[in-house]
């Protein structure tokens, strides 16, 4: 079966690739993506933290429906991408589904953050 269906479909892993509580990263065509496994959904996010770009597949933890990155602890409600905590902006999904036991996003259009450059400066410990 083509990987690529109409109106920016396409497969992104099987569902047996990523179990519950796991982040991996994949490339879903040209745009990369990380599939979070969320009970028995999945979630399709850009592979990039919200706050300062850190690599969610890496410092992503993600325990009952809530994803935290270990880098400053910004965390977000995996069914809604609602922010948590200390998150001042929201996670963003892919539209997803699965088929056949095979995961599926439309990436028709790149989602990407816009990052502060006084991010880099404000943060302290
Ligand atoms: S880079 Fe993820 S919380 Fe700061």
Redesign the pocket.
């Known amino acids: 079966m083509s990987d690529l269906l109409e109106n920016g479909w396409r497969r992104v892993c099987a569902t047996a690739d990523v179990n519950d509580g796991e982040l991996k990263r994949f490339q879903a065509g040209e745009i990369a993506v990380v599939v979070v496994g969320v009970g028995d959904e999945y979630r399709i996010i850009p592979p ?7 690599p ?1 597949h890496e ?2 933890i993600c325990r009952a429906g809530t994803l ?7 965390q977000w409600n995996l069914l809604t991408g609602k922010e948590q905590g ?2 001042e902006r929201p996670l963003l999904f892919y539209q997803s589904e699965v088929r056949d036991g095979e995961v599926w996003a439309c990436v028709d259009k790149e989602l990407v953050y816009e990052f502060d450059e006084e ?1 880099d400066d404000d ?1 302290e410990w």
Not at 48 to 54: T, Y
Not at 68 to 74: E, N, Q
């Open positions: 990039f933290c919200p706050h300062m770009a850190e969610l410092s992503g935290t990155c270990s880098k400053h602890l910004w200390p998150a991010d943060f």
